[in-house]
């Protein structure tokens, strides 16, 4: 009776699906995914970014990294055969909207700052006693933008 059992017992272990050892991803695929976590992470942080200000400029970089990196986790995500990880995805589409907002932030900073010192530039000479706010920058806002009136 007790070598059935034991027969038994071996014979279950053996037929249990559920009894398989977990087997450790690989560090293929552990880079993956950790590529596509930091190309979420810093598509959203440059989606937070682009909204002030100056920080438009920190915004792009965060973009072009993060649209690299999941470009990198879809491209070995492929090549270990695996199906391509959903945080990679949205970190691209974060990044990509991100980057297309911070190029308008920018152009827009550029040329309200051109503007605003093309106006004070006139008002000097209106009003003398107003000194010129940015001295060094005049000239060269003054030849990015030469049509202005």
């Known amino acids: 009776m007790e070598n059935y059992q034991n027969n038994n017992q071996n014979n ?23 590529l596509a976590i930091v190309s979420m992470v810093l598509g959203i942080l440059a989606l937070v970014f682009v909204w002030f200000g100056y920080s438009a400029i920190i915004s792009l970089a965060c973009a072009i990294v993060g649209i690299v990196l999941s470009v990198q986790s879809d491209k070995t995500y492929e090549a270990l055969g695996m199906r391509k990880n959903g945080m990679a995805t949205a970190g691209r589409v974060c990044s990509i909207i991100s980057l297309v907002l911070a190029f308008v932030m920018v152009f827009l900073l550029i040329t309200g700052l051109s503007i605003f010192t093309k106006v004070f530039y006139d008002m000097s000479s209106v009003f003398p006693n107003i000194s010129d706010p940015f001295p060094s920058m005049t000239p060269a806002l003054f030849d990015l933008f030469p049509n202005m009136p």
């Open 12 to 34: 279950n272990q053996n037929n249990n699906p559920y009894n398989n050892q977990y087997q450790q991803p690989s560090s293929e695929e552990n880079s993956a995914k950790s």
